[in-house]
């Protein structure tokens, strides 16, 4: 009897069955993992494409008695069901770790069914933190169609002229963060990706969060582009920040500027396996405090904060856009094949602000920075990727 399977039940576009399944899989199915050895039940529709899959073991539902239960009265949902018992016991699993994220239908069932089914977070967030190859090498591609969005955008900034009003024209016509958001989308494809996440901002939208942006830019404020191409062969994500501004920059989007970049600066030179994340927060916190301005280490007990440098440092980026390890104050640790992003950034409501991010790999003795485009808050033309 085996009491310590892992059992996910999903489709591919749940990275944590993405982590074990190299390929799409639109509907979802069954994976067990014994000892390491992984076996699916799943429709006859896939069982060719996942015998493709090194070491798999493939069980198809019809093998395991879906027409049967079928012709007992069964509905087509429950003699699945009845299936994934099936295959557990012909594995002798009596008992399972799931992910936070297993199905509470099949929990139900498998339980009624006698096998022991557990939820184990940190199970499951220990195997994806180290990157696969594979994992690893889409997310490069990533970063190359990041940095080919931020690129477009750079030049059709310079490239912009300024109509009385001070806003930016692009060919005749208003330069928009609408328009600039289709034009990346259209370059993420053209490198192999799609949109998992994309914010062009401009002025005060740049100090809330998450905004994704819209209308006309302007002369003078600041453009945020915070993007986020996942490689559709892989499901790897990048997540690429820059801030851009066309004509005089203010003195106090500068300020900003030189603060956030001293914070990046400092937080890269850091990061290193064994290094707790709470330590590299509190560093990306120095130059911004130092500065006068508020962090989330400054601000009082239950105070919520909306200016200054508001939001932690940063995520784990991977087969989800964030995913841990979390960039603020809580236990984790740094461990060599984690791929993060650092993002500080400082704001002022009704005014924006300047956030820069990238993303970086924790290597054995110290850090890869994946990117490799410049930080200017001035734009201009340097073609990345396709």
């Known amino acids: 009897m085996v009491d310590d399977a892992i059992l996910i039940y999903a489709s591919t576009l749940a990275a944590d069955m ?7 899989v639109h509907d979802p199915f069954l994976y067990i993992e014994i000892a390491g050895a992984p076996h699916v039940a799943i429709k006859s529709l896939e069982a060719a494409r996942m015998r493709d899959v090194p070491g798999m073991t493939v069980f198809p539902l019809d093998e395991l008695g879906f027409d049967e239960f079928r012709a007992a009265g ?4 429950l003699a699945e069901l009845s299936t994934l018992v099936a295959a557990c016991r012909r594995l002798g699993v009596t008992g399972a770790a799931v992910p936070p994220t297993f199905p509470l239908e099949v929990a ?5 069914n006698g096998i022991d089914v557990r939820v184990d977070r940190d199970l499951f967030v220990q195997r994806r933190r180290v990157k696969t190859p594979h994992e690893l090498a889409g997310i490069r591609r990533a970063q190359v169609a990041a940095e080919a969005g931020v690129s477009l955008v750079a030049d059709a900034m310079h490239r912009s002229t300024v109509a009385a009003d001070g806003g930016l024209m692009l060919d005749g016509v ?7 958001k289709d034009r990346i989308r259209s370059v993420f494809l053209r490198n192999g990706c799609e949109d998992a996440g994309m ?4 002025g005060a939208q740049t100090c809330i969060g998450h905004h994704a942006g819209s209308g006309q830019i302007f002369e003078g404020e600041p453009v945020t582009v915070d993007i986020c191409p996942r490689d559709i062969a892989s499901g790897g994500n990048s997540d690429m920040t820059r801030t851009f501004v066309k004509g005089d920059i203010d003195d106090e989007l500068a300020f900003y500027y030189d603060i956030v970049k001293k914070s990046f600066d400092a937080t890269l030179a850091a990061i290193r396996p064994g290094l707790p994340v709470a330590e590299l927060h509190r560093i990306s916190c120095e130059p911004i405090e130092a500065a006068g301005q508020p962090t989330q280490l400054t601000k009082k007990p239950g105070e919520v904060l909306d200016e200054g440098y508001f939001h932690s440092l940063g995520h784990g980026v991977g087969l989800e856009v964030h995913e841990p390890p979390s960039l603020n104050q809580n236990d984790a640790v740094l461990v060599a094949g984690d791929v993060i992003a650092i993002e500080p950034g400082c704001y002022r409501q009704g005014f924006g602000g300047v956030r820069l991010e990238d993303i970086v790999l924790v290597t054995e003795d110290g850090y890869e920075l994946i990117s490799d485009y410049p930080y200017d808050l001035v734009p201009v033309s340097l073609p990345r990727g396709k």
């Open 18 to 24: 993405r982590h074990v399944i190299p390929h799409d």
């Open 74 to 77: 069964q509905d087509p949902d």
């Open 108 to 112: 139900d069932h498998l339980r009624a």
């Open 174 to 180: 208003p330069l928009t963060c609408e328009d600039l």
């Open 199 to 202: 914010i062009v901002a401009h």
